[in-house]
């Protein structure tokens, strides 16, 4: 099986909240109006995982990243990180943060560092869910992780 990955277009909302849902992440403040870019990772046309971006100067945000229950563990994270690094460098960022929703082990194996959630709504002071979070009051309990973009 091969994972094709793709920019999503608004047409693909659905998919994406389902496959969120289907993971129980947070749909509530996904959009994907304005600066923001969602890969969309599909199997023989299925949908199959998911990775959202955003900006700001000299950082990326990566947020609402899952694959599918049935499809992991065959390295497809990494498939979908890598595209969203490529589009990263390409907007000359140098930088890269998320926030977890869990204790992160995943991230600290991609070699994600803890950092205040503060220094990441600093950096990326536009970014949706950043100012989702600031908005419904959030960030002071949430979980940042950084990394230098891998080049
Ligand atoms: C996190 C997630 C995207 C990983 O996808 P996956 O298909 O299981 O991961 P992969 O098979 O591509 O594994 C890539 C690497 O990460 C490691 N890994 C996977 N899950 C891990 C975890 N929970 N903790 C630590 N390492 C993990 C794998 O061992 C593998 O390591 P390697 O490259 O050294 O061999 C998937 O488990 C998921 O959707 N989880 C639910 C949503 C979530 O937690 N999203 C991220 C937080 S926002």
Redesign the pocket.
């Known amino acids: 099986m091969t994972l094709t990955v793709r920019r999503a277009t608004s047409s693909d909302l659905p998919a994406i909240l389902a496959l969120l849902e289907r ?1 129980e ?1 947070y749909t509530t403040s996904v959009t994907l109006a304005g600066d923001v870019t969602y890969l969309l990772g599909e199997v023989e046309g299925r949908p199959a995982a998911v990775l959202g971006l955003e900006y700001g100067e000299g950082a990326g945000l990566l947020r609402s ?3 599918h229950p049935d ?8 498939r979908m990180l890598a595209e969203a690094y490529a589009l990263l460098r390409a907007r000359g960022c140098r930088e890269v943060f ?1 926030f ?3 204790e992160g ?2 991230w600290a ?2 070699g994600y560092q803890p950092v205040p959630p503060q220094e990441l709504a600093r950096r990326l002071p536009q970014a949706p869910q950043v100012q989702h979070a600031l908005a419904t009051g959030w960030l002071t309990g949430a979980l940042a992780w950084h990394a230098p973009l891998p080049q």
Do not use: E, P
């Open positions: 993971a992440m990243f899952t694959v499809d992991r563990g065959r390295g497809w994270s990494g998320l977890s929703a869990d082990a995943f194996h991609q």
